[in-house]
């Protein structure tokens, strides 16, 4: 080590010195030592705090809470060499994927951040040592953490309320099976979207934000896939319009959050858990993250799919309770987990304490569907799916959990080339029809106030689920139809009320 104190010696050389003065430059070098000492040890202290808060993302599992280590969890010193998802230090998260877009859509590089959260580096936790001298003139550090500080949130609200809507973004042309001949050619094509059938660009999400803010909905809620995990190379777009989303110039007018889809062939194993925590913490510390009870919301897909990584509920609450704990060290206040659950008539009912003890916060869902005995390739009315909905939005109420309500504002398999065998289909949705169910879904909230987010949030399926008959984007054959619908009701000085 090479000092850079005062009267040190240089590593390898001798100082010249005069006789009469060797007891005082002895006493000198002795100073110094016991100051390199010092400085060693403050720099270890500093290390052990500073990798304790804040640089999880390489060492996650060496810590030493008791959330650390997850049961069946390999630890690792390097992130997954996936080359899709690897946090980087800048302030947006990079959730590129392998497979660039065509030149036509790959969005520049230098296209500059939102306006309303402009991108500042948060802060981290710093040392600073001030040494004072005591009367043997022995250097005593003294430590001073400064907090972490992020930057405020930016809330967007309709009329008081806050309306999700779910974002698919899978929608690409090329070697891609959701864009099917079905969709290009059959009559179904008067549904493509007014922005055209698209691959997902800077253009087009811009385009979904303004039609969207436009309608009433105050955030997206992006399927988010462990892409680096599916052996398809169509599945490495499926986080593309998020991506486009955080360097969209329109940004600011939408909150965003995260569902992770939990299914194959995106199902990490638990000793990738704590990477996940540590990529999904950086969306989290965004201004335009969507909070609930103050603390960032993530979505998960499927309870059941938890417990395939997990083993057991006992362990699926310890690896929340890893998020959570990582989070505050990120300087969050924690994270709220929505769970989706189906909860149809036949639900078990011991779910629900099985659920709680897994440590989930808040009831939610993706969409409701075939509840009702519907058959294959039998078209039954869409006033039947509404129904079913809304009964789980009563049955939830004798569990006491707090739920968001969804509203499934389509299912028509038709629109899916996969699904033809078997689709079920709910025929003859209005946007009249689609308008009422959304003022049932605010009067539900409206008078259910101990049984829900104090948010007032709506969650609906979907934006953009154009092969599975449930999307309310702009489409040729309705045009503006359902986003009208849409904020009618929820901008009315009341819910509605429908006959």
Same mark, same amino acid.
């Given at each position: 080590?090479?000092?850079?104190?005062?009267?040190?010696?240089?590593?390898?050389? +001798?100082?010249?010195?005069?006789?009469?003065?060797?007891?005082?430059?002895?006493?000198?070098?002795?100073?110094?030592?016991? =100051?390199?000492?010092?400085?060693?040890?403050?720099?270890?202290?500093?290390?052990?705090?500073?990798?304790?808060?804040?640089?999880?993302? $390489?060492?996650?599992?060496?810590?030493?809470?008791?959330?650390?280590?997850?049961? @069946?969890? %390999?630890?690792?010193?390097?992130?997954?060499?996936?080359?899709?998802?690897?946090?980087?230090?800048?302030?947006?998260?990079?959730?590129?994927? %392998?497979? %660039?877009?065509?030149?036509?859509?790959?969005?520049?590089?230098?296209?500059?951040?939102?306006?309303?959260?402009?991108?500042?580096?948060?802060?981290?936790?710093?040392?600073?040592?001030?040494?004072?001298? /005591? &009367?043997?003139?022995?250097? &005593?550090?003294?430590?001073?953490?400064?907090?972490?500080?992020?930057?405020?949130?930016?809330?967007?609200?309709?009329?008081?309320?806050?309306?999700?809507?779910?974002?698919?973004?899978?929608?690409?042309?090329?070697?891609?099976?959701?864009?099917?001949?079905?969709?290009?050619?059959?009559?179904?094509? /008067?549904?493509?979207?007014?922005?055209?059938?698209?691959?997902?660009?800077?253009?087009?999400?811009?385009?979904?934000?303004?039609?969207?803010? =436009?309608?009433?909905?105050?955030?997206?809620?992006?399927?988010?896939?462990?892409? &680096?995990?599916?052996?398809?190379?169509?599945?490495?777009?499926?986080?593309?319009?998020?991506?486009?989303?955080?360097?969209?110039?329109?940004? @600011?007018?939408?909150?965003?959050?995260?569902?992770?889809?939990? +299914?194959?062939?995106?199902?990490?194993?638990?000793?990738?858990?704590?990477?996940?925590?540590?990529?999904?913490?950086?969306?989290?510390?965004?201004?335009?993250?969507?909070?609930?009870?103050?603390?960032?919301?993530?979505?998960?897909?499927?309870?059941?799919?938890?417990?395939?990584?997990?083993?057991?509920?006992?362990?699926?609450?310890?690896?929340?309770?890893?998020?959570?704990?990582?989070?505050?060290?990120?300087?969050?206040?924690?994270?709220?987990?929505?769970?989706?659950?189906?909860?149809?008539?036949?639900?078990?009912?011991?779910?629900?304490?099985?659920?709680?003890?897994?440590?989930?916060?808040?009831?939610?869902?993706?969409?409701?569907? $075939?509840?009702?005995?519907?058959?294959?390739? +039998?078209?039954?009315?869409?006033?039947?799916?509404?129904?079913?909905?809304?009964?789980?939005?009563?049955?939830?109420?004798?569990?006491?959990?707090?739920?968001?309500?969804?509203? /499934? &504002?389509?299912?028509? +398999?038709?629109?899916?080339?996969?699904?033809?065998?078997?689709?079920?289909?709910?025929?003859?949705?209005?946007?009249?029809?689609?308008?009422?169910?959304?003022?049932?879904?605010?009067?539900?909230?409206?008078?259910?106030?101990?049984?829900?987010?104090?948010?007032?949030?709506?969650?609906?399926?979907?934006?953009?689920?154009?092969?599975?008959?449930?999307?309310?984007?702009?489409?040729?054959?309705?045009?503006? $139809?359902?986003?009208?619908?849409?904020?009618?009701?929820?901008?009315?000085?009341?819910?509605?009320?429908?006959?």
């Amino acid at each position: 080590m090479t000092s850079n104190l005062p009267n040190a010696p240089r590593q390898g050389t +001798q100082p010249i010195v005069k006789d009469k003065d060797k007891d005082k430059d002895k006493d000198k070098a002795r100073r110094a030592r016991v =100051a390199i000492i010092a400085a060693c040890g403050l720099m270890l202290a500093l290390g052990l705090q500073h990798g304790a808060g804040v640089t999880h993302s $390489a060492r996650a599992t060496s810590l030493t809470s008791s959330h650390d280590t997850l049961p @069946g969890a %390999t630890p690792t010193d390097t992130a997954p060499p996936d080359g899709t998802l690897t946090p980087t230090p800048t302030f947006l998260p990079t959730d590129t994927p %392998t497979v %660039t877009p065509s030149p036509t859509i790959t969005p520049s590089p230098t296209i500059t951040p939102t306006r309303t959260a402009t991108p500042t580096r948060t802060a981290t936790p710093t040392a600073t040592a001030t040494p004072t001298r /005591t &009367s043997t003139a022995t250097p &005593s550090p003294t430590v001073t953490l400064r907090p972490i500080t992020l930057p405020p949130p930016i809330v967007h609200r309709t009329n008081g309320y806050q309306v999700g809507a779910y974002y698919f973004s899978g929608w690409t042309h090329g070697p891609n099976d959701n864009l099917t001949p079905l969709l290009l050619n059959s009559p179904l094509r /008067t549904h493509e979207p007014l922005i055209g059938w698209y691959d997902d660009s800077q253009r087009t999400v811009d385009q979904s934000i303004d039609q969207a803010a =436009a309608a009433g909905v105050t955030f997206f809620a992006f399927d988010w896939y462990d892409t &680096s995990l599916s052996r398809y190379r169509t599945d490495r777009s499926l986080n593309e319009g998020l991506l486009y989303y955080l360097h969209s110039a329109e940004r @600011g007018r939408l909150n965003f959050c995260l569902n992770f889809i939990d +299914q194959e062939p995106f199902l990490p194993k638990a000793s990738r858990w704590p990477w996940l925590v540590d990529v999904w913490i950086r969306y989290f510390k965004q201004p335009d993250y969507v909070r609930v009870g103050g603390k960032p919301l993530l979505i998960i897909f499927s309870p059941e799919h938890m417990r395939d990584i997990f083993g057991t509920s006992r362990n699926i609450h310890r690896a929340l309770g890893y998020l959570r704990d990582h989070a505050r060290r990120a300087g969050l206040p924690g994270v709220t987990v929505a769970i989706s659950a189906s909860l149809h008539p036949r639900y078990n009912p011991t779910r629900i304490p099985q659920l709680r003890a897994e440590g989930y916060d808040v009831l939610t869902g993706y969409n409701y569907h $075939a509840f009702g005995g519907e058959k294959y390739r +039998q078209p039954v009315p869409y006033d039947r799916l509404v129904q079913e909905n809304r009964g789980v939005w009563d049955r939830v109420l004798k569990y006491g959990e707090p739920y968001i309500p969804v509203v /499934t &504002s389509g299912w028509d +398999q038709r629109y899916s080339y996969r699904e033809q065998a078997r689709a079920i289909i709910y025929d003859g949705r209005t946007a009249h029809a689609f308008g009422c169910y959304i003022a049932a879904a605010r009067h539900w909230v409206d008078t259910h106030p101990r049984n829900t987010v104090k948010e007032k949030m709506i969650m609906i399926f979907a934006w953009n689920e154009s092969g599975e008959g449930g999307a309310i984007i702009p489409n040729r054959a309705d045009r503006y $139809a359902y986003t009208t619908a849409l904020g009618a009701a929820i901008n009315a000085p009341t819910a509605p009320s429908c006959q």
